[in-house]
């Protein structure tokens, strides 16, 4: 294992953590201006399995067109409703969903928005538009350290669980849910270099702070169109083969699956030595020092980990390498049938209390509708009687 002597030495120098430099930020780093609506197929599982199929495209990047926003896509599949309740998700983002949101990813991450930033937030009226909300912003406006600003959260009526229910309809991919993924790419967008980081990594760690089991047992059942039988081990084997989402990220259900799924078990590696997960990992990315530097990476965040003792890892190819070998026997200690969505937290991943696709987002907080996230200077609403369509 080669521990990288400059980062050690760079990153034992510096605090492990920026107290209240943790900004958001966005999904894809792909540079591009529109998206188009993918063909989604949702199947339902039988009742024991209780999963359905979630797909995102994107329009190719456009790396050289700074003026463009960089979108992050929904990680959800494509939802059809007759009537979209703007009031209700705009109370529900006020009192509760993005304050919720924010209060996790602080706690497991160990991360929060600066404070001196502008959040908007809009509602798309593009029924053509294939994803459920996004979080955007313009890399030629990040700040000195490759940081994004002015983020832009935008909900896609058309799409967006929403309905009269504290959570927002669908189960079990509820809107508190979908808020909370975004939300999670807001504040790592905010906080580091989000370009430095892989899809995987980013989409990975956005579904780990809701859960993504259901996601992960709708892909192995599907393998072969089984979907009434479950899954068996050849799936599981089928599954676990193609490991291209590291560095071929395409949008689909089954790289948001296989995100989740080598996200998780980085977590948990770190924790079985004595870290503290993933948190460990955003404490390293938020680091300002790392960042001027250029270092601030999964690669290097690896690196001093193990030189730390605390992951088996000395760099992110090792670990992808470690994650194609020792998938099989990973996914077969799963727990898919139960109610825990595999949140970090909860009782899958962390020993913690069950976090069932209603609970995992703690509905029973509320916040001031006047200042639903602490870490930004301002959240700005957009009217809901107002018809935005984004990227159109």
Do not use: C
């Not at 790419?185 to 899809?199: R, S």
């Amino acid at each position: 294992m080669n521990i990288r002597d400059n980062i050690v030495t760079s990153y034992t120098d510096t605090p492990a953590l920026i107290s209240g430099k943790v900004p958001s930020h966005t999904e894809s780093t792909a540079k591009e201006g529109q998206s188009r609506a993918p063909s989604a197929d949702t199947v339902s599982l039988t009742p024991s399995a209780q999963a359905q199929a979630n797909k995102a495209n994107a329009d190719s990047p456009n790396p050289a067109n700074t003026d463009n926003p960089v979108t992050d896509k929904s990680v959800f599949s494509e939802w059809n409703k007759s009537y979209q309740d703007k009031v209700y998700t705009l109370a529900q983002l006020k009192t509760n969903w993005l304050a919720e949101s924010e209060r996790m990813v602080e706690e497991h991450y160990g991360i929060k928005a600066q404070g001196d930033d502008t959040l908007t937030v809009l509602f798309n009226d593009d029924p053509n538009v294939g994803y459920l909300a996004a979080v955007s912003y313009f890399p030629n406006q990040d700040d000195e350290l490759s940081r994004a600003t002015d983020q832009v959260l935008t909900i896609v009526t058309s799409k967006f669980p929403q309905g009269q229910d504290e959570n927002g309809a669908y189960k079990p991919f509820y809107g508190d849910r979908t808020i909370a993924h975004e939300m999670t790419h807001a504040i790592m967008g905010q906080t580091m270099d989000m370009d430095a980081l892989g899809e995987w990594f980013k989409e990975g760690a956005a579904e780990l702070i809701h859960g993504a089991d259901e996601r992960v047992l709708y892909q192995l059942s599907a393998v072969n169109g089984d979907l009434e039988d479950g899954y068996n081990d050849q799936d599981v084997a089928a599954f676990a083969q193609d490991t291209s989402f590291f560095d071929q990220w395409n949008n689909s259900s089954e790289h948001y699956a296989k995100g989740y799924l080598a996200v998780r078990f980085m977590h948990q590696d770190i924790v079985s030595h004595g870290g503290a997960g993933i948190k460990d990992v955003m404490q390293f990315l938020t680091d300002e020092k790392m960042l001027a530097t250029g270092n601030a990476t999964v690669d290097d965040a690896l690196a001093y980990l193990a030189y730390q003792g605390k992951s088996s890892y000395g760099s992110e190819q090792e670990f992808k390498d470690a994650f194609a070998q020792q998938a099989v026997t990973q996914i077969n200690n799963l727990n898919l049938y139960n109610e825990d969505t595999g949140a970090i937290g909860g009782y899958d991943v962390d020993n913690g209390e069950i976090k069932t696709a209603e609970s995992v987002v703690d509905n029973t907080t509320k916040s001031l509708p006047s200042e639903p996230l602490k870490g930004y200077k301002d959240v700005l609403f957009q009217d809901p009687n107002t018809t935005y369509s984004a990227y159109s």
